[in-house]
């Protein structure tokens, strides 16, 4: 879990009975997170206690529910953990998760991303983003990770590095903003999103470039990875 950085925030016990449990639909999805399915297909969830409130948004649409609902389920218990926590202070904490999906290639064949940005206020100094990326081939019906994306012997940071840097340094105006050692480093670029025309990379604060930056995006050119893509 890389959004709750305090000491004792999740057990193991918070999800593991519902990490195995089967979701019927997106509609039963929503439900189990407490939420509701408004007219535009978003799934709305809020709760808010004393000490804390979070507000979830996401489209029902993303062929794969059973994974996005364990982790927001994770997330969700996680930040309540730590907000009833004796010691917590400056309250009520916040968590906010919005997510935005993504489409390439044909309804039947193609892929689907779907990428949330949480946002949490802890009682610290400044709040934090991150990222968290869900990716599904419609075609072969199943996950998509960083490790899958690519075909078995590509190299593709050595396309992805350089093309990050370049749309990074025209965002901060910064010449060569990623070091090498960060921008070679396949942990980095496991939230990701594609569409027809761009591989786009999510980057949660602190881990590409300095935490003073904030969270960061950059977009690759699909064309630039096509010939190495395994879907």
């Given at each position: ?9 999740l057990?193991a ?10 979701v ?8 189990e ?5 408004n ?8 709760a ?11 489209p029902?649409?993303y062929p ?6 364990a ?7 996680g ?8 010691d ?10 919005t ?10 064949a193609?892929t689907?991303?779907?990428v949330f940005?949480?946002?949490?206020n802890?009682g ?7 990222y ?10 199943a996950?998509i ?6 075909k078995p ?8 590095y ?8 025209k965002?901060y ?55 190495m893509l395994?879907?």
């Open positions: 879990m890389r959004m709750l950085t305090r000491t004792a925030l057990t016990g918070l999800v593991v009975g519902f990490i195995g449990a089967p019927a639909s997106a509609q039963t999805a929503c439900q997170l407490g939420g509701v399915v007219a535009d297909q978003l799934c709305r969830v809020h808010e206690g004393p000490t804390y409130q979070l507000d979830f948004t996401f029902t649409d794969d529910p059973a994974p996005v609902v982790y927001l389920t994770q997330a969700r218990d930040f309540v953990n730590v907000a009833e926590m004796p917590s202070y400056n309250l009520p904490y916040e968590l906010d998760a997510g935005a999906g993504y489409r390439s290639g044909p309804p039947a193609g689907r991303s779907l940005t949480l946002w949490q802890l610290g100094a400044h709040p934090q983003t991150f968290q990326a869900f990716n599904w081939n419609v075609g072969k019906n996950p990770t960083f490790d899958t994306l690519f012997g590509s190299e593709p940071l050595d396309v992805i350089p093309e990050v840097n370049r749309y990074l340094q965002e105006g910064t010449v060569n903003p990623v070091p090498a050692g960060s921008g070679q480093d396949p942990a980095n670029y496991q939230d990701f999103a594609l569409t027809d025309d761009a591989l786009i990379f999510f980057f949660t604060q602190g881990s590409l470039l300095p935490e003073s930056a904030g969270p960061v995006q950059a977009s690759v050119p699909r064309a630039a990875v096509a010939p395994a879907l």
